[in-house]
């Protein structure tokens, strides 16, 4: 199992075992060279841990354990879980600001502890099999025992569909999940049991002015970002940057080189031959006002075939997006360049309000779709179900998309939906967006069903590590976090501009024109792009005979969708789903895992 994750941790390894318990670590050595590798124990060995991360606020905890009478056998950041146990029992993760997945075992109490980071950065899958417990960093570890059943997920499936993608516990793969961001597994001799200890909790709308000036939210966010970037330069290897040309990237990248403006940062960024989606003279004005040692790569269209096999395996589930084949390639760039962590800006749009659906819902709400009737109501029912909140609207009406993926399931895929139809559980805590404002409820939202399982996954995590790099969030701090919840929405969207607030930290560290550029999507030639190619592969997994010998998509659906996609139109990175790229990467995905048709 340890051997499958050799890609995440290639520089070392270690190794846990008594009667009913064994923990197989892999180590990508960042802090602490010499004597950090896991597991970890206290002082008296009766606690022992691994953990796949980072703990930013390790130093403080160290502070207040020695303080306390615990003494330290590493200078390694992650050792303050046991002693934390020790202290704080299965309230240790309340304290920890990182990104994290880990496990803890209690020998006294035959007790055993998998904890995941609060926004769900560190991935952690886990399974039961005659009767014991598996978990890994990736869903492979659990793979490699021969008594994991390989099946299909249709619930997962129809999640990547309806949805920016899965949604812990949900993976792809039937009787194996993710433990959900923010939660904790125990396993003793009860049982198991899966505990929240952390979540996103906007406060109820209030019409009343902000409590504070402007000036003090402004204030307020840089501090914190500073030190939220201060903490994740902390490594005894080099830490680099992406610069994608946008704000976040930008802002970030600034910070690091105020936190040291004596070091010469690596940074790095993907280009494109194409104009409308290049964004090299952004990257370049950007990394010449910090000073960088600059390393971009050209990204051609072509090498998108080359590289979808290895994001489906990365990411152990299909995608709607060829865009990962970038981020891949990308990850390697750093990788090729000595550095083994890198800063990155992902998580400001979902916390600062930079999707269109933030603007169109600051200017009054967006467009309902369906106009009145029967629809209109089924409509409500379903938001309703979906959100606690018939009135919000994410993305798409979903009554209408349930007819759209009955046509597009196989037949006997289709007379089953009702069973796996994701629109007909609760997608989030509904007590989480009663009453909260529209922009707020987004946020939640797009926590839930963009940010953990997709753009941190597959596009994140999963790209980063297959190269052996670990990419650090500082938007995704949790001082930090606590903090944006308490910012007026008012502040986040204003005077039609999305990121209003963060744009006016930004402004005090970013070139102008950089500080007020609006978003440009980081996008890929999608499947209409690929059905151009005359790829071999691609037209076999897409052809009616394969689709029919699998089971899953109807052959005559798909090929409609061929015909259409052949005039070369690109979908709508914000607004449509790419359904054949789906469909080809889903062959991809059972081809790769050796999963079985359903027929």
């Not at 009767?131 to 490699?144: C, T």
């Not at 691609?538 to 061929?562: C, H, K, M, W």
């Amino acid at each position: 199992m340890a051997a499958t994750l050799h890609h995440r941790g290639p520089d070392d390894s270690g190794d846990f075992a008594v009667p009913g318990v064994a923990f197989g670590f892999t180590r990508l050595s960042i802090v602490d060279l010499a004597t950090g590798n896991q597991p970890h124990s206290n002082e008296a060995g009766d606690i022992v841990s691994v953990c796949n991360g980072e703990i930013y606020n390790h130093r403080a905890l160290r502070a207040e354990l020695e303080a306390r009478g615990h003494r330290f056998r590493t200078h390694c950041d992650v050792e303050v879980l046991v002693h934390l146990y020790e202290e704080h029992g299965l309230d240790l993760a309340t304290r920890l600001n990182g990104q994290f997945a880990f496990a803890l075992y209690d020998r006294r109490r035959h007790r055993l502890i998998l904890g995941r980071d609060q926004t769900g950065i560190a991935p952690l899958f886990h399974t039961m099999v005659d009767e014991q417990l598996l978990f890994g960093s990736e869903i492979k570890a659990l793979l490699a025992d021969p008594r994991v059943e390989r099946r299909v997920n249709l619930r997962g499936l129809d999640q990547i569909l309806t949805f920016p993608g899965l949604r812990s516990p949900t993976t792809m793969f039937e009787g194996i999940h993710a433990l959900p961001p923010g939660h904790l597994l125990i396993a003793d001799a009860e049982g198991t049991a899966v505990r929240q200890y952390w979540d996103l909790a906007y406060p109820v709308a209030d019409p009343a002015p902000p409590l504070e000036s402007i000036g003090h939210y402004v204030d307020r966010l840089d501090d914190l970002l500073l030190a939220s970037v201060r903490r994740r330069l902390e490594a005894d290897v080099p830490v680099g940057l992406y610069i994608s040309g946008g704000l976040d990237s930008s802002l970030i990248g600034a910070l690091a080189k105020r936190a040291r403006p004596d070091h010469r940062f690596h940074s790095f960024s993907i280009t494109f031959a194409d104009a409308a989606i290049d964004e090299r003279a952004a990257q370049r004005q950007m990394a010449a006002a910090l000073g960088t040692e600059h390393h971009e790569i050209e990204f051609s269209p072509d090498e998108i075939v080359g590289r979808l096999r290895d994001v489906i395996v990365a990411a152990e589930a299909p995608l709607k997006e060829s865009y990962n084949t970038c981020s891949l390639a990308l990850s390697g760039l750093v990788r090729a360049s000595g550095h083994k962590v890198v800063l990155t800006g992902e998580g400001a749009d979902e916390l600062f309000g930079g999707y269109v659906g933030y603007r169109l819902d600051a200017a009054g709400g967006q467009s309902r779709g369906v106009a009145d009737g029967i629809e209109a109501m089924l409509e409500e029912e379903l938001r309703a179900e979906l959100w606690g909140d018939s009135d919000f609207f994410y993305e798409r009406d979903y009554a209408l998309f349930r007819e759209a993926k009955e046509g597009l399931y196989a037949p006997g895929v289709a007379s089953m939906l009702p069973g796996f139809d994701c629109t007909r559980e609760p997608m989030v805590d509904p007590a989480r967006m009663a009453g909260r404002h529209k922009l707020h409820q987004r946020s939640y939202a797009d926590f839930k069903l963009r940010m953990a399982d997709h753009l941190l996954a597959d596009h994140g995590d999963r790209v980063a590590y297959a190269n052996s790099i670990e990419a650090r969030y500082p938007f995704l701090d949790a001082d930090l976090i606590a903090f944006v919840q308490t910012i007026p929405p008012a502040l986040l969207v204003r005077e039609d501009t999305e990121k209003w607030l963060l744009r006016q930290v930004a402004a005090r560290h970013v070139p102008p024109a950089l500080a007020k550029r609006e978003k440009f999507g980081f996008v890929a030639p999608g499947a209409a792009y690929l059905l151009h190619q005359g790829v071999d592969w691609i037209d076999d997994l897409l052809s009616p005979e394969t689709l029919r010998r699998q089971g899953y998509f109807n052959a005559d659906a798909v090929q409609r969708l061929r015909a259409q996609q052949r005039t070369g139109t690109r979908p709508n990175a914000t607004f449509d789903t790419d359904v054949l790229m789906l469909v080809l990467t889903f062959g991809l995905f059972l081809d790769a895992f050796g999963l079985p048709d359903r027929r």
